[in-house]
């Protein structure tokens, strides 16, 4: 079973940039598509990235332009590159696969976007 542990959070102020990881305990190359999702205090999770294992990419329309998803399955890593924050982003960040696995959940990473 795949686990996935996600890094790289923190605080930072608003136009900052943040690069997010999430390192896989197995392969994730069989796993056609990944995801990183957010969730906002007081708000439902939700897939703002998405990446299939040949490397075409969806975002979420909040985020389109400023974040990129990337994947390294020699690596079993995806990232999460997010530039110009705003104080919306502000959430824990988890990755999975997409759709979900609800056994592949993480402690996911705060993002906090503040000045």
């Known amino acids: 079973q795949v686990q996935f542990v996600e890094s790289g959070g923190g605080l930072v102020q608003p136009g900052g940039s943040l690069r997010l990881s999430c390192a896989a305990s197995?392969?994730?190359?069989?796993?056609?598509?990944m995801g990183w999702y957010r969730q906002a205090p007081g708000k439902q999770r939700e897939l703002v990235a998405r990446i299939t294992r040949g490397g075409s990419t969806n975002y979420a329309d909040s985020v389109k332009g400023r974040f990129t998803i990337s994947r390294d399955n020699a690596k079993n890593t995806v990232y999460l590159q997010m530039n110009s924050l705003k104080p919306d982003d502000t959430a824990v960040y988890y990755c999975?696969?997409?759709?979900?696995?609800?056994?592949?959940w993480g402690q996911g990473t705060q993002v906090t976007v503040s000045s």
């Open positions: 197995g392969s994730i190359f069989s796993i056609y598509a």
């Open positions: 999975n696969s997409a759709p979900s696995v609800a056994d592949y």
